[in-house]
C-alpha cells in the first residue's frame, strides 16, 4: 500500500502563487513517477505536470511557464508551485504516484486538496 497526504490548497487572487505538497509513504521500492492532476466542477480530471524519478517533467499546455514540479526523492515528495494563477486554475488538484511495491505495480492518488483563485 501507498499512502499520499497532499497539502498547501487554499484561496489565492488572480495573479498569486501556491506552492502544493504530496507526501508518500509505505511499502515501496521504487517511484517511477509522480504527478498532479485536477479536477474543475463538471470537468473531467486532467493532467497538470508529472516528473519522473530522474527529472523528466511533463506539463499542460495551460500551465507552462506558470507551474513548476520538482520531487525530493529522498522524502519521496513532489511538490507544484503555481505562480501567476488564474481563476481557471481553480479545480480540486489530486496528487499521483506509480510505484513499484512487493505486490508490482501500483498506482495510487490522494485525497485531493482544494485551489481556489478569486478575487
Known amino acids: 500500500q501507498v499512502q499520499l497526504v497532499e497539502s498547501g490548497g487554499g484561496l489565492v487572487q488572480p495573479g498569486g502563487s501556491l506552492r502544493l505538497s504530496c507526501a508518500a509513504s509505505?511499502?515501496?521500492?521504487?517511484?517511477?513517477?509522480m504527478g498532479w492532476y485536477r479536477q474543475a466542477p463538471g470537468k473531467q480530471r486532467e493532467l497538470v505536470a508529472d516528473i519522473t524519478s530522474r527529472g523528466d517533467t511533463n506539463y499542460a499546455d495551460s500551465v507552462k511557464g506558470r507551474f513548476t514540479i520538482s520531487r525530493d526523492n529522498a522524502k519521496n515528495t513532489v511538490y507544484l508551485q503555481m505562480d501567476s494563477l488564474k481563476p481557471e486554475d481553480t479545480a480540486i488538484y489530486y496528487c499521483k504516484t506509480h510505484s513499484m511495491t512487493r505486490q508490482g505495480n501500483v498506482i495510487s492518488w490522494g485525497q485531493g486538496t482544494q485551489v481556489t483563485v478569486s478575487s
Open positions: 509505505g511499502n515501496m521500492f521504487t517511484i517511477y513517477v
